[in-house]
């Protein structure tokens, strides 16, 4: 399971004509997400369009709690699912989306996630309910929730050597899993646009290579960040409306470093947190502010490539030197077709195989990762 940062951290013109063309110098900014009061640490892991941000925070007793509201933390609203503290864990907030509703996961002692981790959705009502598939509780880590609160996320079945696949839910339910057009040893699905894009990661059958993925209307895109420190996965975490996707690369240490990726999928913009070796991002909104964190905290960034209205405004004196994108040609990544829907076999129990309709072997066997590589 690859854990958030914070936990980490607690325990120790469109696409690319903007990026290029916006101004000769381009301006960024890192603007401090303030702690939750009381709390040894806070992380930031969702922003909605109102800037409204999302995550946990970690007590004296080093149990984690989740929380929402305005950066500034003049009006958190902190919550409990579950058993708070059972097996050293406790409530994590994922996404948020405009309408305030929010996906986690949370440790409970009465449910069958009593030493991993169950999932939820909290309507803005405040009433949390446990994600669940034919009222199974699901185990493992929702991720993005659009407007119309529909979401994607991850589960693990024990039963399997908790593979992990990816899945789409509404409701506070399971509906069908994410399924790629290729074979993998597991799929996590973690962003999920108001048009319907998903973005998440995989990790191919052989278990040896991580790498993000696109779901484009009935294309699905293998992307691989191309720097050449990025030696230990790609993962695509969030993605806004406008198809600006976030996420991160490890190093060969495994210490994660976070990227913007444009929405044709051929630009990336590499970000350093100021006075961090690390950084990861999972979250951005529509005005391209997405929430970062790194050794020094949390920041909502803002970069002028993506979108320079509004400006941004610098918040330090010690910002790092602004990294050159990384562009790559059109047609660098794999791109496979879905034979069908990528986002409707359902599965009648957690683990059960999927209903691959219509997607011949051939098509499902991912020979390699190397970039321009596709199937017919």
């Not at 970690?58 to 958190?76: K, Q, V």
């Not at 579950?82 to 996404?95: I, L, N, S, V």
């Not at 446990?130 to 979401?151: E, K």
Request: proline share 7%; hydrophobic share 35%.
């Amino acid at each position: 399971m690859r854990h958030s940062l914070l936990k980490a951290a607690a325990i120790a013109g469109l696409f690319f004509g903007t990026v290029a063309g916006a101004e000769a110098t381009p301006v960024t900014s890192f603007t401090p997400i303030a702690p939750v009061s009381g709390s040894t640490s806070t992380g930031a892991l969702a922003i909605n369009d109102s800037g409204i941000v999302a995550g946990g925070w970690y007590d004296s007793n080093n149990i984690e709690h989740a929380f929402f509201g305005p950066p500034d933390g003049s009006d958190y609203t902190t919550f409990d699912d579950g058993t708070p503290g059972f097996q050293g864990a406790g409530t994590e907030a994922r996404a948020i989306n405009n309408g305030g509703d929010i996906t986690g996961y949370f440790s409970s002692s009465a449910l069958s996630c009593n030493i991993d981790l169950c999932e939820f959705e909290r309507a803005a009502t405040g009433k949390i309910n446990t994600i669940a598939m034919s009222g199974t509780p699901l185990i493992g880590i929702p991720g993005g929730i659009n407007t119309s609160g529909q979401f994607v996320g991850a589960y693990y079945n024990p039963a399997d050597d908790y593979q992990s696949f990816g899945y789409y839910g509404d409701k506070h339910a399971y509906e069908s899993d994410i399924t790629l057009p290729f074979s993998t040893s597991s799929t996590k699905g973690r962003g999920l646009s108001d048009s319907g894009e998903v973005v998440g990661f995989f990790t191919s059958a052989d278990g040896t290579t991580t790498s993000g993925f696109v779901i484009q209307d009935d294309t699905v895109t293998v992307v691989n960040d191309p720097d050449v420190k990025a030696v230990n996965g790609t993962f695509l975490e969030g993605v806004n409306k406008k198809g600006w996707i976030v996420g991160s690369w490890d190093d060969k240490a495994y210490k994660p470093h976070a990227f913007i990726l444009s929405p044709d999928l051929t630009t990336f913009i590499e970000i350093k947190v100021p006075d961090s070796s690390y950084s990861q991002s999972f979250g951005i909104n529509k005005s391209d502010r997405m929430v970062i964190g790194g050794a020094t905290g949390p920041f909502i960034y803002c970069d002028s490539r993506t979108n320079p209205v509004p400006a941004c405004t610098p918040t330090t004196d010690h910002l790092p030197a602004v990294n050159a994108p990384i562009a790559v040609p059109r047609g660098t990544f794999a791109q496979y077709k879905c034979r069908g829907d990528c986002i409707t076999y359902k599965l009648a129990t957690p683990g059960a195989p999927a209903a691959h309709a219509g997607v011949p072997q051939e098509l499902r066997a991912l020979r390699t990762l190397l970039p321009g590589t596709a199937l017919p």
